[in-house]
């Protein structure tokens, strides 16, 4: 089945710095990778839709300057969180897809916990 | 704007018995697709199964099966034969044919007892 990775798994930041994680679709091209939030023993919140050389759609909400994306290439996403702070640590999961209606694949997130 | 809801944040069966979780939705999108996905202690989001809106066929993979009635926009998914390794949280989700995007509900964390 397709795999999508994503790094780190985990990492611990100083309030104030900047933090990215990537994601990467690893045997098929990805037109559109999603990046998604969760909270402890809460639901996965839509953060932004990537799209391959076109700037990402944010959700409501959601701060397109504290969290930049980046999808340059087809099987490359990656999210920066800028400036962090703690309430910037939370589980952070992409997925991506072969295309509209194709099957979705998840990363295995990133924990991020800012000090 | 798309929600769902699932209305049990917590249940419990023993191995196995017969659990039922369930799921309701709104929309007003005509094609659209909806997924009920595991999450393990691993936190990797694993597929459970899928369903396309216009078929009406109930979708099934091996002990999990789904009950999807269109109308009343509910969609709740049935694991036979519970194992300890369906300990998991379960996430019932739509997903837009227009956008791609998927909307997740709050979510039911089952335990599988011994």
């Known amino acids: 089945g397709a795999v999508v990775s994503q790094h780190p798994s985990w990492v611990i930041c100083k309030s104030g710095t900047s933090v990215k994680i990537e994601c990467r679709s690893l045997?098929?091209?990805?037109?559109?990778m999603f990046w998604y939030r969760q909270f402890p023993k809460q639901s996965l919140m839509l953060m932004a839709t990537s799209n391959e050389g076109s700037k990402a759609t944010y959700e409501q909400g959601v701060e397109k300057d504290k969290f930049l994306i980046n999808h340059a290439s087809l099987t490359l996403s990656t999210l920066t969180v800028t400036s962090a702070h703690p309430e910037d640590s939370s589980f952070y999961i992409c997925?991506?897809?072969?295309?509209?209606?194709?099957?979705?694949?998840f990363g295995s997130g990133t924990q991020l916990s800012v000090l | 704007a798309q929600t769902v809801t699932q209305s049990q944040p917590e249940m419990s069966v023993q191995e196995a018995e017969t659990v039922t979780l369930s799921c309701t939705y709104d929309?007003?999108?005509?094609?659209?697709?909806l997924f009920w996905y595991k999450q393990p202690p691993s936190r990797q989001m694993i597929l459970v199964i899928r369903?396309?809106?216009?078929?009406?066929q109930n979708a099934t993979e091996n002990r999990f099966s789904v009950n999807f009635q269109k109308a009343a926009k509910s969609f709740s998914l049935k694991i036979s034969d519970s194992q300890l390794g369906d300990t998991a949280m379960y996430f019932c989700a739509f997903g837009s044919s227009n956008t791609g995007k998927l909307i997740f509900g709050q979510g039911t964390t089952l335990q599988v007892k011994p």
């Open positions: 045997d098929f091209q990805a037109t559109t």
């Open positions: 929309t007003s999108e005509n094609n659209y697709y």
């Open positions: 997925s991506a897809s072969e295309g509209l209606n194709e099957k979705l694949f």
């Open positions: 369903q396309e809106a216009y078929k009406q």
